[in-house]
């Protein structure tokens, strides 16, 4: 039973350096990267890589589950209702960008993903958050929510697209996106919605 243990922890540990090594390949290099490109990233051959993953279709659905579950599983870790909305917001940051290349591979490859899944566990948290930022007056109140979304979303892709030129990437840029977010959303008296203000519609 230990062995049987050890073995499947050899395997998924196996799993996830080719899902980090093909989110990184995949990344940097889109359509054109090959199987044989991610096998030489993850260190392993491609028979071993076909055993794992059967085709790259098998592959990219696998590596945005693996995104999926990595960035829900954070966010739940959060905590995010505890806080106040600055914090929130910067907890969620540090929790997409440390997700690391799979998040933004993600938001590359729609097709390889369950669309509400994605909804439930990753954009409800955060337009939660948003909402909440609108109601206390925390977040500027004439965009509606969904626009803010869109446009912390752009943020954290470039903040995980960052990453490898700073230094600590993942504290810095994590830091970074929710500093330019909120500096730019802070409710201030020019940006509190009156009655009669056409408010944008979504993007």
């Keep these: 039973m230990e062995s049987m243990g050890r073995g499947a ?34 260190g392993v051959s491609r028979a071993t890589l076909y055993r794992y993953f059967a085709s790259r279709e098998d592959l990219l659905q696998a590596l945005s589950a693996a995104a999926i579950e990595d960035a829900g599983a954070r966010l739940i870790a959060a905590d995010l209702d505890s806080v106040p909305v600055p914090e929130a917001m910067a907890r969620v940051a540090r929790a997409i960008v440390a997700c690391g290349m799979k998040f933004a591979v993600l938001m590359d490859e729609p097709q390889y993903f369950e669309s ?84 944008p519609e979504p993007l």
Excluded: C, K
Excluded at 19 to 39: C, K, Y
Excluded at 135 to 150: F, I, K, T
């Design 9 to 42: 922890a050899v395997r998924d540990h196996i799993s996830a350096g080719i899902l980090d090594a093909a989110a990184a390949v995949i990344s940097e290099r889109g359509e054109s990267a090959s199987m044989a490109d991610v096998a030489a990233a993850a």
């Design 116 to 199: 509400d899944e994605v909804e439930r566990r990753v954009g409800e948290p955060i337009r939660a958050v948003l909402q909440r930022g609108i109601d206390d007056g925390s977040l500027r109140g004439d965009l509606p929510v969904d626009v803010l979304a869109q446009m912390w979303g752009g943020l954290l892709d470039r903040a995980l697209r960052s990453m490898a030129q700073l230094d600590n990437g993942v504290e810095r840029a994590s830091a970074a996106v929710s500093s330019l977010f909120l500096h730019g959303a802070a409710s201030t008296p020019s940006y509190t919605r009156r009655e009669g203000d056409r408010v």
